[in-house]
């Protein structure tokens, strides 16, 4: 079986290597590549019965109205929350998205973030540059002994969790289910309020929904430990933005993130002024290892589909 | 029992919290403070019997026959390879170093250099400062699954070869003697040849004396896997220079260090002219953590010593 006509919105080229396109190619009669700002979409929208976007794409209600004939959304990248799922049941629409290939990639970066902030990597390389080889001025301080709390203990924080505990922190976690095989690997349970006051390293690690928004809200941010060092590669639809500003202001904790396009250009002005706040491009994903096994789980996806065998359906 | 005159060359205040400084004072009926340079070395040496040095000092034959009465030297650091110990044991000389205090910050900085550099965190927030949030063009890659080397399995080399387990590495090491502890951990022995020929990542972790000096040479240094990572937070006197330097000009081994003053300014030039020679100062264990841990084991090992009951004695 194949699709009649598949249309891609936001792709670019380099976003697949030649051989995802070619498989994709092979499963449709007709294949449309637009632009997210395209006059088309809709028009193409009418006739579509594949349509694949990228992360952070929104697929709502009216979209799903105007394509009548559509059976399949897929999503290249884990999170979907502004695809209305639901909807999507409704009108016998699969959605997939590509979960969990980014589990070694997200954590190792959440240790190369929080190591590159308590070393002062940036400064020290940049001072060497110059000639400075002195190794006085510097406020480094280690992740061995320190309290490392994970919120949301999925994929990426169970990962996390076990290389903090390689580092010999004390790894406590908070997730709405116990994790009974992590304990057993000695990643502690405790209450999230416990978990987020007392970590002097803090990772989230949600999955955006309607119950996660603004999860890190105003009374969650001041629960928050001086001198603390939060990291979020999750989206920043998970903190209040607002609240985190006013603590941020407080300059007693820092704030790591890798941003994607989830947050507006105001939200982002916003932060970008805090030194303590300290903005990665959307790169927690992206290693070659990652970008492969993404592009095959996105493909396999659309195939496995079509089989009749789907995989990593969400709705 | 006191000294009756302590010369400390080469400190300056803020080396030591004031309460360390204190506690030298009070065994000790004189104290001297001179700077490397300083023309009035050789007379204070001429009746100290206390010499108290910092990392890279050299104490040769010559200083030490110009000391009759020195019956003590305190390095504060770990390296001791420039000072001459067995000329001291026959003076009767004692001399301390201060081993093992920056164990974690060494192995964490290691992961923090080797993250920078494969996630190229610093380009990113670069970019991210411009308003640049792209994902693409980066080449990242992981640690997971990737063979780890580790050269001497020592205090540092050991907690490395943890770490990257904790990444999920694959580690080996090469050691001058065999770690059953270790090995029973999962970190797998094999022929220094092949470690330093098969690994992705490669860290050194040796001492340096007569035997290591120039450990790395030309020979090893061409066995270096392409494409792989070397980092070296051990004294660079482990490496030929100019055969490193060859192998730079190829392009294919990023190789990363940690400076301290034990290299010449003529060979920092001549590394500082490749952009695959990432220099750092020497903020290996530069830590809060390991600066306390530091000072109050350079000032046991003189009280110690003083009590009869000597530690840390490395000749």
């Known amino acids: ?16 290597e030649q051989k995802y ?27 579509a019965d594949c349509l ?5 794409a929104t697929v709502d209600k009216e979209t799903m109205n105007n394509a009548p004939r559509l059976k399949y959304i897929g999503m290249l990248g884990t999170g979907y929350g502004r695809i209305g799922t639901e909807y999507a049941s409704n009108k016998g629409i699969v959605v997939t998205n590509v979960p969990g290939y980014s589990r070694e990639a997200v954590a190792e970066l959440v240790f190369g973030m929080i190591l590159g902030c308590i070393r002062e990597l940036e400064r020290a390389k940049k001072r060497a540059l110059e000639g400075d080889y002195s190794d006085s001025r510097y406020s480094a301080s280690e992740i061995k002994d320190k309290t490392f709390g994970i919120i949301g203990l999925g994929r990426n924080g169970s990962r996390v969790a076990e290389i903090a505990l390689g580092f010999g922190a004390n790894v406590f976690y908070w997730s709405r289910n ?28 949600l999955a955006l929904n309607k119950d ?16 603390a060092i939060v990291v979020n590669t999750s989206p920043m639809e998970l903190v209040d933005i607002n609240a985190l500003e006013k603590r941020l202001e407080n300059g007693d904790m820092t704030f790591i993130l890798d941003h994607s396009d989830e947050m507006t250009e105001e939200n982002l002005k916003k932060l970008s002024k805090y030194k303590n706040c300290i903005i990665y491009p ?29 995989t990593n359906k969400v709705n």
């Not at 009649?4 to 697949?16: C, P, V």
């Not at 502690?188 to 007392?198: A, R, T």
């Not at 992206?286 to 659309?302: H, L, P, R, S, Y």
């Open 178 to 205: 116990r994790k009974r095989e992590f304990e057993a690997e000695g990643i502690k349970y405790d209450d999230l309020e416990c978990v987020i006051s007392k970590s002097d390293f803090l990772s989230l690690h």
């Open 282 to 310: 959307p790169i927690g994903y992206v290693t070659k290892e990652a970008a492969i096994a993404k592009q095959d789980i996105f493909v396999g996806n659309i195939e496995n589909f079509l089989r009749g065998t789907p």
């Open 21 to 47: 396109w070619d498989r994709i190619k092979l499963v449709t009669e007709e294949l449309i590549t637009l632009p997210k700002e395209s006059t088309n979409v809709m028009k193409h929208l009418s006739t």
């Open 52 to 56: 694949l976007v990228k992360l952070g």
């Open 1 to 16: 079986m194949r699709f009649k006509k598949i249309l891609m919105i936001g792709f670019e080229k380099d976003n697949l």
């Open 212 to 227: 996660t928004e603004n999860f890190l809200d105003e009374k969650r941010i001041a629960q928050i430990k001086k001198g």
